[in-house]
């Protein structure tokens, strides 16, 4: 087990500092064009993977970090750079960490560099669990997966929607009920590979924030894939209902959909810190140099306590999210929704920050010649993806309580 420290070390800083780089030189200047576009930033993927930020290879290596700290460390500094195109860049992840989390090494080995690309041919990858009728209630997906045994196909039939990357990804994860009489234990995660027929893009969403990440209802209809698409197997699937269906308790109540976000939401956490120190840093160096009543606006301990807040949040928020992200590196036990926590208190940090920033620089603030009016638009999903709070402090509520709390 590695010892939890607040030292990266010298390989996490040196990852710190070159991808810091890159989210000053590159993505900071794009930021504004790509959010007014509202189209998903290929140019900047495209760079990001050149250098080696976009690549399986990279995450793995920052994934398997026994300190666990490496992608928290990386989701921050993108997200410092921009949330919009930090998500495009990053948004393949969720659904690579979905088949990393449920998927046999072949299937890892076989897609999840398809879900990548190469930097001269890049792809992404889409995660789609969330349904018009089943968002913070996972369990009540309707999209049917049906097994045709004489082909060895399962086929798909259902309408996915919010999946960042939906339609334009290489690569879908789609998570189907087997047996709906089981809810969210008779679900599972399918592989749909690229170009097969009968899988497309719905409607795309026009979004308050994150406006550069692509978000877009995804239409199953009819979607044959080989049997060897189910991730996991179709072996441990059928164990796992047979165990569902006489109520066992080692059957739990986890699932498809919640083994990825478990594994995901700390560094979704960190995600926000990003947002939420770029927006501090903005207001911080503005409170001292706007002079109003003949001194600078920092002087007045109003607007200076105000920055005080900001930063002890975004440091609690930060050990919250290391704590999480060492303990998910090194299998311990969330016994308290520690991972739950962690992204709960950095979403809601960011908003705080965020609003707090905008009001420290007045009437600049509200408008996009600065940047903290869109760095307060996209930290709002960050108390509603991945888990809204409200479902945050449900998970926490019951794990602490052992009382299933509705
Ligand atoms: C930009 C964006 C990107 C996304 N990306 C993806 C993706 O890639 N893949 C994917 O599968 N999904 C994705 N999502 C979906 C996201 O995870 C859901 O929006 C989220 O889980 C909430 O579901 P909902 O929108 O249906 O809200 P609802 O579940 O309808 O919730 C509405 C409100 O009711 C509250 N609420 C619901 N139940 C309870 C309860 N029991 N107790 C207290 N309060 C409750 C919620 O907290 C919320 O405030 C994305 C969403 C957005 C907006």
Redesign the pocket.
């Known amino acids: 087990m590695s010892t939890f420290s607040l030292d990266p070390g010298p390989d996490q800083l040196a990852v710190r500092d070159w991808l810091h780089g890159f989210a000053a030189d590159v993505m900071r200047p794009a930021a504004a064009e790509w959010d007014e576009r509202e189209e998903t930033p290929w140019p900047v993927i495209q760079e990001a993977a050149k250098i080696g930020v976009y690549s399986l290879d990279f995450y793995a290596q920052q994934y398997f970090d026994p300190s666990g700290v490496g992608i928290p460390i990386a989701m921050e500094e993108l997200f410092w750079g921009d949330a919009g195109l930090g998500?495009a860049i990053v948004?393949t992840t969720?659904?690579a960490v979905a088949v990393l989390a449920n998927g046999t090494d072949e299937q890892i080995g076989t897609w999840a560099p398809q879900m990548f690309g190469t930097p001269d041919d890049v792809k992404v990858a889409?995660?789609?669990?969330?349904e018009?009728?089943?968002?913070?209630?996972?369990s009540a997906l309707r999209t049917r997966a049906v097994y045709d045994e004489a082909k060895d196909e399962w086929v798909l039939n259902g309408t996915?929607?919010?999946?960042?990357?939906?339609g334009i990804a290489a690569v879908h994860v789609v998570?189907a009920t087997v047996d709906p009489a089981l809810g969210a234990r008779g679900q599972a995660s399918f592989v749909v590979p690229p170009g097969t027929p009968g899988l497309s893009q719905g409607q795309k969403?026009k979004?308050h924030?994150?406006r550069a990440?692509h978000?877009a209802e995804v239409v199953l209809d009819g979607v044959r894939i080989p049997g060897s698409c189910l991730l996991g197997g179709k072996e441990k699937l059928d164990e796992r209902l047979a165990r569902a269906r006489e109520g066992t308790k080692r059957s739990g109540g986890k699932n498809a959909?919640m083994a990825t976000f478990e594994a995901s939401r700390p560094a979704v956490g960190a995600q926000a810190i990003g947002i939420a120190r770029a927006a501090y840093e903005v207001a911080l160096d503005y409170a001292r140099t706007r002079v109003q009543f003949g001194r600078p606006i920092i002087d007045n301990q109003g607007v200076a306590f105000q920055l005080a807040d900001m930063k002890t949040r975004i440091d609690a928020a930060r050990l919250l999210v290391w704590r999480a992200s060492w303990m998910a590196a090194n299998n311990q036990p969330f016994t308290s929704a520690e991972g739950s926590m962690s992204k709960l208190y950095a979403g809601e940090t960011a908003k705080f920050v965020t609003a707090q920033a905008m009001q420290i620089l007045g009437g600049n603030g509200f408008t996009r010649e600065y940047p903290v009016e869109r760095m307060h638009r996209d930290s709002a999903?960050y108390t509603?993806?991945?888990?809204?709070?409200?479902?945050q402090?449900?998970v926490i509520a019951r794990a602490i309580s052992g009382i299933p709390i509705?």
């Not at 018009?132 to 996972?138: F, K, M, R």
């Open positions: 998500l948004g969720l659904a889409a995660f789609c669990s969330s018009p009728d089943a968002g913070s209630d996972v996915k929607t919010w999946a960042t990357n939906g998570v969403f979004k924030g994150i990440s978000t959909a999903i509603i993806f991945e888990g809204t709070s409200e479902i402090r449900l509705r």
